[in-house]
């Protein structure tokens, strides 16, 4: 639990009054500066772990309605504005996810898969990082926290068969054995499945949602369709990638497939509850990819797998209201999506664009689309939340591109995808991070120094060849 650190807190609301009190500038309305204020603060407090992201939010939705700056004069009003995104489809999308997660974790099921693929792929040491990464992305569509599915599912499992292997965790000289390579391995493929799909990472929806503000529709099928191909070649890429660069010193694994083994017959036989559970996962899958035909929206979808899992009692009403983490990303979600869709409305986002259109409108949109995205991209230096870094930059970067000239739904998916792979860079990047940094298998010198070398190749990836493929489907 995270202790409140006044500090940092006094800091975060200093900063705040700063900005609410330096006059708005010409063409801004004073509630649209004011609300940049709280916005500003709130992503602040985040950055300095000033309070959990729960108590951040619940501040700036307690701010909004007092100051009034959604709906001046009028405080029933100020206040129901203030939780309009509680009622966001895109909110409860990602929130059911959560729930449905959860079934893969009691029944099991998440952790038979990942065996399966280490008893298949499990005979060297990278055929045991392209294991993990297949699990981890079978997983991926309906788990939708990269940290739960990263370390609630596949750390564990990482972990036990570098152990196994004679990599131990507080024994510096055997981290290189194996522990090391799979730690960061493991990660970066996780990383890589947060961007392939809408429900990969809690970030995604977020991006959705302000992208449909500006009149860009992204369904989870076009998300998938068009990051198919650069995430295919990325797992592909990056597990052999990391073998040549921070090489293991065991190469064959022999004993992971009999490790595997082994625990698959500790489990046993595939339980009724995992069959009911496969049956909701497949059922996800095929309404998420057909939803367009039969006229479901996502969310829709994820309540039907919520619903079945409820009534064949996979899941029970008392695991739903214990699921801490769906609650609070609901909570921070709502909060952060109603202040950056507001900003929008009241004009701040658009007149911020039009600035900074003034300054580089002379480019050429070729020109201006890869310079937005290193900038995007590299700046993930400064944050240790995908979700802060999307709340703070995403909708205003979109709005720039799009006014300078850069094809619409281009510049979204791309600024979408970088919300996943953008966290290679730091060990406090992504959610996942801190869990598979805390193993200690990998040092701050390492991670960053392989973590720049992969962001290279996840854009060459991602921008280059996935532009490509991009061009031919028609997304520009």
Same mark, same amino acid.
């Given at each position: ?13 200093? /900063? ?21 204020? $709280? ?59 959560? /729930? ?46 990269? &940290? ?14 570098? $152990? ?9 000289e055997t981290h290189r054995k194996l522990g090391a390579y799979l730690s960061l391995n ?13 429900? %990969? ?23 998938m369709w068009a990051a198919i191909v650069p995430g295919i070649i990325s797992l592909l ?19 992971? &497939? ?10 046993? !036989? ?20 057909? %939803? ?9 979808? !994820? ?12 899941? &029970? ?98 600024? %979408?995808?970088c919300g996943g792979i953008f966290g290679t860079l730091t060990h406090y990047g992504h ?8 193993? &200690? ?14 962001? $290279? ?20």
């Amino acid at each position: 639990m995270q202790e409140i650190n006044y500090k940092m807190l006094l800091i975060t609301l200093a /900063f705040g009054l700063i900005i609410w009190f330096i006059p708005e500038p010409a063409g801004v309305k004073a509630e649209a500066w004011h609300l940049l204020a $709280i916005f500003l603060a709130t992503i602040l407090g985040i950055i300095l772990k000033a309070a959990s992201m729960g108590t951040m939010s619940m501040v700036a939705i307690a701010l909004v309605a007092v100051t009034g700056v959604l709906a001046p004069g009028d405080p029933g009003k100020s206040i129901s504005l203030a939780l309009s995104s509680f009622g966001d489809k895109v909110i409860w999308l990602i929130g059911i996810s959560f /729930f449905i997660a959860r079934g893969f974790i009691k029944t099991g099921l998440g952790s038979r898969i990942a065996y399966l693929f280490i008893r298949v792929f499990g005979r060297s040491s990278l055929g045991l990082g392209y294991g993990l990464g297949l699990a981890d992305l079978v997983l991926a569509p309906a788990i939708p926290s990269n &940290t739960a599915r990263g370390g609630g599912i596949i750390y564990p499992i990482m972990k036990a068969m570098a $152990i196994n292997f004679g990599s131990f965790p507080d024994k510096e000289e055997t981290h290189r054995k194996l522990g090391a390579y799979l730690s960061l391995n493991s990660y970066n493929v996780n990383l890589i499945t947060s961007s392939m799909f809408l429900t %990969g990472t809690a970030s995604n929806p977020m991006c959705q949602k302000f992208a449909a503000d500006l009149g860009i529709h992204i369904t989870w099928m076009s998300w998938m369709w068009a990051a198919i191909v650069p995430g295919i070649i990325s797992l592909l890429v990056i597990p052999y990638v990391l073998y040549k660069i921070y090489p293991p010193e065991i190469k064959a694994t022999q004993g992971a &497939t009999k490790m595997a083994t082994d625990k698959l017959k500790e489990m046993g !036989a595939v339980s009724t509850n995992e069959w009911l559970m496969l049956t909701a996962f497949v059922l996800l899958l095929i309404l998420w990819v057909s %939803g367009d035909f039969f006229k479901i929206d996502a969310t829709t979808t !994820a309540f039907i797998g919520l619903v079945f899992l409820l009534l064949s009692r996979v899941l &029970t009403w008392e695991d739903v209201k214990s699921e801490k983490g769906a609650w609070d990303t609901i909570v921070w979600f709502s909060a952060l999506v109603m202040m950056g869709s507001a900003l929008n409305t009241l004009g701040l986002i658009p007149w911020l664009s039009n600035l900074v259109k003034n300054e580089i409108g002379g480019l050429s949109w070729t020109l201006a689309f890869p310079i937005i995205i290193l900038v995007y991209f590299y700046s993930h230096y400064l944050f240790a939340s995908a979700t802060a870094h999307v709340a703070s930059m995403y909708a205003a970067l979109l709005g720039v591109g799009v006014i300078i000239g850069i094809p619409p739904m281009l510049l979204a998916l791309s600024l %979408g995808f970088c919300g996943g792979i953008f966290g290679t860079l730091t060990h406090y990047g992504h959610g996942p991070a801190p869990v598979f940094f805390g193993s &200690t298998y990998v040092d701050v010198k390492d991670w960053w120094s392989r973590g720049f070398v992969l962001s $290279i190749i996840f854009l060459i990836i991602w921008i280059g060849i996935g532009g490509l493929w991009w061009k031919v489907i028609g997304v520009f």
